[in-house]
């Protein structure tokens, strides 16, 4: 894969080689096991709601391969799962994710001492690269089955960490993998469910239920550019202008998360909290993120607000927007009905995290 250039600042230029590899190289095992694993007899389900990523604090403090960097997001209605039970054969996977699983069932494995395999299947929310984490929702599912399928030797919070330390994505090259970007706020989301706040190096600072009465609405705007928001493109944005960003605002968006944000998740207040967020939308990496989309995302996104929504933002690297509102979808697609949008999901938000059933 190609080699990059990241620029941190006006004498801070180097470059990163954005290796590609395979399936069960470069694992990061150095992850605190509770028990031994003892295979379980049953066949075990486990389904996990998607994430909306609203905002990276830090882009400063990740990189591919080094998780971290903070930041905010919630669980939608829209699942992903992972049906899974041990053999004492080889491993079976069926799944349109193969290589990422492969790598993880590789990282579990060096992790836990489990010498067996497994039978995998998984089912995803089938919307990909739009800022909906179909990648960590599937890693979630399939990380959490495997514990439960070998007696949890992972506590929960070692679970997030494997997930995160062996973050990769599939590239374009053929059976190969590269180390992906990751806050560690997808797997707190899907695990945990609700509003979610992660610090630096996969730290779960806050949870709290959010938005329960309330409406969600996903859209997913058709913009013309010739830059493509996944792999070599995304990593470009990422460690480049977005980190020049966080250099200057990286405080100021941690200081309205915490003193404006989390008072206003906890009294419930969404109005407060789509303020909060559109201030957050321009500042540090949200902002680099949004116009990397052009600045018709922003347009877009005013023009929801000035029409009375009350939580507007974009997910992740986009392009979806996220709209938290008290109307309803025949409301909401009446205002869609005058910018030229649509509506690409309508659900809610989901509380409840992971859900394991075992049969």
């Known amino acids: 894969m190609a080699k990059l250039k990241i620029r941190g600042g006006d004498l801070d230029l180097i470059e990163y080689d954005f290796i590609s590899f395979q399936p069960g190289e470069h694992l990061y095992t150095d992850i605190p096991v509770a028990k031994r694993p003892v295979p379980q007899k049953e066949s075990f389900k486990v389904t996990v709601p998607a994430r909306i990523h609203l905002s990276v604090l830090d882009m400063n403090r990740f990189s ?24 004492t054969g080889e491993t079976v996977i069926d799944s349109p994710r193969f290589l990422l699983i492969e790598h993880l069932v590789a990282a579990f494995k060096a992790v836990t001492g489990y010498a067996g395999g497994f039978i995998i299947r998984t089912e995803d929310h089938g919307r990909e690269h739009v800022g909906l984490g179909s990648t960590c929702t599937t890693a979630a599912a399939v990380v959490s089955a495997m514990n439960e399928a070998v007696g949890c030797p992972l506590t929960i919070d070692n679970v997030r960490r494997l997930i995160g330390y062996n973050y990769v994505e599939e590239t374009n090259e053929p059976g190969k993998l590269a180390f992906g970007f990751e806050t560690g706020v997808g797997a707190a989301s899907s695990i945990y469910g609700g509003m979610n706040i992660l610090g630096d190096q996969l730290t779960h600072v806050y949870q709290h239920p959010f938005a329960e009465d309330k409406n969600v609405f996903i859209i997913t705007p058709t913009i013309h550019t010739e830059q493509d928001n996944a792999g070599v493109e995304e990593f470009s944005l990422l460690m480049n202008r977005s980190r020049i960003l966080d250099y200057q605002d990286r405080e100021l968006k941690a200081y309205m998360i915490m003193m404006d944000m989390i008072p206003a998740i906890d009294k419930g207040d969404i109005r407060k909290m789509g303020d909060v967020m559109w201030e957050i939308e321009f500042r540090g990496s949200k902002r680099a993120e949004v116009q990397h989309h052009t600045f018709i995302i922003y347009q877009h996104m005013n023009a929801l607000r000035q029409a009375g929504l009350e939580f507007v933002a974009m997910s992740s690297v986009g392009p979806s927007i996220c709209v938290v509102t008290d109307k309803t979808e025949s409301e909401m697609k009446s205002i869609l009905d005058t910018i030229g949008l649509e509506i690409s999901v309508s659900t809610k938000v989901d509380n409840k995290g992971i859900i394991i059933t075992k049969s």
Request: glycine fraction near 24%; charged fraction near 5%.
């Open 64 to 87: 591919p391969g080094m998780p971290g960097g903070g930041g905010l997001g919630f669980a939608l209605q829209l699942y992903s799962d992972a049906s899974l039970s041990c053999t």
